[in-house]
């Protein structure tokens, strides 16, 4: 069975602090998401990384996917208020056509 | 204008009922997807869609029908609903079947059955 492993699970700081949560699972992907979810919504995707190393960025929060494909972390630096949410990332398999989601990391930024 | 839409946003029913949960989207989309999130928030993904043409069919009870009249609408079906059942459905939308695609999300609809 394949995993996604989010770490940590939940994380409270203050604002203006940074952060960094990791994906991890033994399974190679051949391209991996993030998404934030709000209470009440659907989940809305942040950024898609496809190619090993790769790193990107998106204003205050920056994805990297691992070399060898099987893990990622997202960054948040200097944390706001409005970044409270559930990060999950998914990966997608091609081998085996399959798209798993994370367990997911619930952040709430303290003002 | 909404993007994905789902109707009913909330659905409490009591068990051994059938129930249907509608998905429209309008970004012109091929794909369009079902997704189970439990009291854990774990999301999972149950069916998928491509042209009206089922393509991924997760291990889920045959409880569980999917149907799409055009690739706008992906309902679902549930028979003889049971209190596991009881959790937040997300109807999702991409422009190719190929889920590294970027996916837009409904709102959800959150069943409960008592």
């Known amino acids: 069975t394949q995993l996604l492993e989010q770490s940590p699970q939940f994380l409270s700081i203050q604002e203006g602090e940074n952060l960094t949560v990791y994906c991890n699972s033994s399974?190679?992907?051949?391209?991996l998401q993030w998404y934030r979810q709000e209470p009440g919504e659907g989940p809305v995707l942040l950024v898609t990384?496809?190619?090993?190393?790769e790193v990107k960025k998106l204003k205050r929060l920056t994805f990297q996917f691992g070399d060898a494909r099987k893990d990622s972390s997202l960054h948040i630096t200097a944390a706001q208020p409005g970044d409270t949410g559930l990060y999950l990332c998914?990966?997608?398999?091609?081998?085996?056509?399959?798209?798993?989601f994370g367990t997911g990391t619930r952040l709430k930024v303290l003002a | 204008d909404t993007a994905v839409s789902q109707t009913p946003k909330y659905l409490v029913t009591q068990m051994g009922n059938d129930k249907s949960i509608k998905c429209e989207q309008n970004?012109?989309?091929?794909?369009m997807y079902w997704y189970k999130q439990d009291s854990k928030k774990f999301l999972k993904i149950m069916f998928s869609?491509?042209?009206?043409?089922?393509?991924i069919n997760e291990t889920v009870p045959n409880r569980f029908s999917p149907k799409s009249p055009d690739k706008a609408h992906l309902n679902l079906h549930i028979n003889s609903l049971e209190l596991g059942d009881s959790a937040v459905y997300f109807c999702?939308?991409?422009?190719?079947?190929?889920?590294?695609?970027?996916?837009?999300f409904g709102p959800g609809t959150r069943l409960t059955v008592t």
């Open positions: 999702a939308s991409s422009q190719s079947g190929a889920l590294s695609y970027e996916q837009y």
């Open positions: 998914a990966g997608f398999t091609s081998g085996t056509y399959k798209y798993i």
């Open positions: 990384v496809v190619t090993g190393g």
């Open positions: 970004l012109g989309h091929d794909t």
């Open positions: 869609y491509n042209n009206k043409e089922l393509i």
């Open positions: 399974s190679v992907f051949s391209s």
